[in-house]
């Protein structure tokens, strides 16, 4: 391996397992603001706990993916220092703004939320929640905007080589970044509602107490899960027709489309050797004019095949690398501007698969809790804490696949934007040592596996617990209840 491939490693490793992380506390701190508030309003103590026992695991999850997100900054400066000068100007705004901006008050509230419990009155208390978990969603707006401006870059002009900002405006309000944020956060409360299902059916089996806490929670999940997937179908497609246009050889190789078709057939299972870019031992399973569809609107209209695709590419963006010792072993070779066929195929299709269990699951425990019924099963109970993986499964692969698509950019040209603003992913690596990368990357491959056993460790030990973890007992003296709940967590 070279320093771009080893680099590549470190960054993705890092980043999928950070991203297991956010969608969780995204989703859990909303539905916990929305628990106090159903307690603020109500007065039922059934509320308070859940408020309790599911802010405690937020808690844990929400320290992990700050530990583990403070890499993903670093390694812009340790490995890919070209790709930083070269965006800086762009890519720096939303990262300041979600540094500064929405992580201040995320950390701010939260810190009043913790340590607020009967020491502000019960609505302000109240409104630190919200505040916390919609500064979550703030924090994921400003992230994605940066990234979308990697996939779409706008609002900027070329000036001596590099794109300079001029309108903060046009890169929050990038067409990419509006049609991908609704999509994850629609996948952040899918992630959450297969968490509450999973733990709540966990508990309702297995236990007699707090019945009725575990089964509003499963509830909660059920109908959360099912909304989310709904909402991820609609956001999917919009964000699919706009790949097309923006990243046609991305959704070519998504669908393993090596030639030209009119109308184009939507690929549900390929066989063979997906790896060819000319699928001369590739056989598909369609829906025939399909992809036409998705991609337009219109059963009849044409969608590019790779070959084509990598002419135009081979036109406008070059046949070879330039020689240049930085480049490494890619120094004056042919350019492939066709994505791993396999990640991209795959990944495309195991999103869909498991997102589609974890609506599956979502559905199954609203119908077994339909009537006032309690699900007692041990094979739904093993199902469903099997269900919690799906929806992550789900997310990380959206994401692998999002990444991967775009190579052999880093910043993916704007076919209707300014020219020159783009980058080969080659360009943007550091000028390091492949055994001062690998040393890297061997150490925070380490350390994120131990934060990983420390993650599970920390969830399952909580989860277990129960309302009991989270509650004094109910023998305890009142003035003393009190105080205990403050220091619940």
């Known amino acids: 391996m070279d320093v771009l491939d080893l680099a590549r490693w470190q960054f993705g490793i890092t980043t999928v397992y950070h991203f297991l992380m956010v969608p969780l506390t995204i989703g859990l701190a ?67 703004m979600e540094g500064l901006l929405a992580f201040f008050v995320e950390s701010t509230f939260l810190g009043l939320w913790i340590f607020g419990w009967d020491k502000l009155p019960k609505k302000v208390h109240l409104a630190c929640a919200w505040a916390f978990s919609l500064a979550t969603v703030a924090s994921a707006y400003f992230i994605l905007a940066a990234n979308s401006w990697m996939q779409h870059p706008v609002g900027v002009e070329l000036v001596d080589g590099r794109p ?10 990038n067409n990419t970044a509006l049609a991908a944020i609704p999509h994850t956060i629609a996948g952040c409360f899918a992630v959450a509602g297969a968490f509450l299902v999973g733990v709540a ?27 989310s997937f709904a909402l991820l179908a609609v956001t999917g497609d919009l964000q699919g027709k706009l790949m097309f246009e923006q990243q046609p ?38 829906v025939p004019a399909l992809l036409s569809f998705l991609a337009h609107n219109d059963f009849s209209s044409e969608v590019k095949g790779i070959e084509d695709l990598v002419k135009e590419y081979r036109a406008k963006y070059g046949e070879f690398y330039p020689v240049d010792p930085q480049l490494g072993e890619l120094s004056g070779q042919p350019i492939d501007y066709v994505p791993n066929l396999p ?5 495309f299709r195991f999103m869909i698969g498991f997102g589609a269990l974890a609506a599956l699951a979502a559905a199954a425990a609203l119908w077994l809790t339909r009537g006032g019924r309690m699900p007692s099963s041990p094979w739904f109970r093993r199902a469903a804490l099997a269900g919690i993986a799906t929806p992550f499964i789900a997310n990380s692969f959206g994401w692998i696949f999002t990444e991967m698509g775009r190579q052999p950019f880093v910043v993916v040209p704007n076919p209707t ?24 990357l061997i150490v925070l491959t380490l350390v994120y596996a131990v934060l990983a056993v420390l993650e599970v460790f920390l ?16 023998d305890k003296p009142a003035e003393k209840k009190s105080d205990e709940l403050a220091f619940a967590y």
């Open 459 to 474: 969830l399952r030990r909580y989860a277990r617990a129960g309302i009991a973890g989270v509650m004094p007992p109910p």
């Open 249 to 286: 050889m991305k959704m070519a190789a998504a669908e393993a489309l090596c030639h030209t078709e009119q109308p184009a057939s939507f690929s549900i299972f390929a066989y063979g050797d997906v790896a060819r870019p000319d699928c001369e031992n590739v056989k598909s399973i369609t």
């Open 30 to 96: 909303v539905l916990v603001a929305g628990m106090q508030t159903a307690w603020v309003r109500t007065g039922d103590v059934k509320y308070l706990k859940m408020t309790k026992f599911w802010g405690k695991l937020m808690l844990v999850n929400f320290a992990m993916g700050v530990v583990t997100g403070i890499v993903q900054e670093f390694q812009f400066g340790m490995t890919w220092s070209a790709y930083s000068r070269f965006v800086g100007d762009a890519f720096g705004a939303p990262l300041a």
């Open 164 to 173: 300079r900002l001029t309108s903060i405006w046009a890169l929050l309000t």
């Open 417 to 440: 934007g300014v020219d020159g603003v783009w980058m080969f992913t080659a360009r943007g690596v550091s000028g390091l040592s492949v055994g001062e990368v690998l040393t890297s």
């Open 201 to 227: 059916v966990w508990h309702l089996t297995r236990r007699k107490e707090e019945r009725q806490v575990w089964r509003a929670s499963l509830k909660l999940g059920g109908v959360v899960g099912m909304v």
């Open 343 to 347: 990640v991209t195929y795959w990944g």
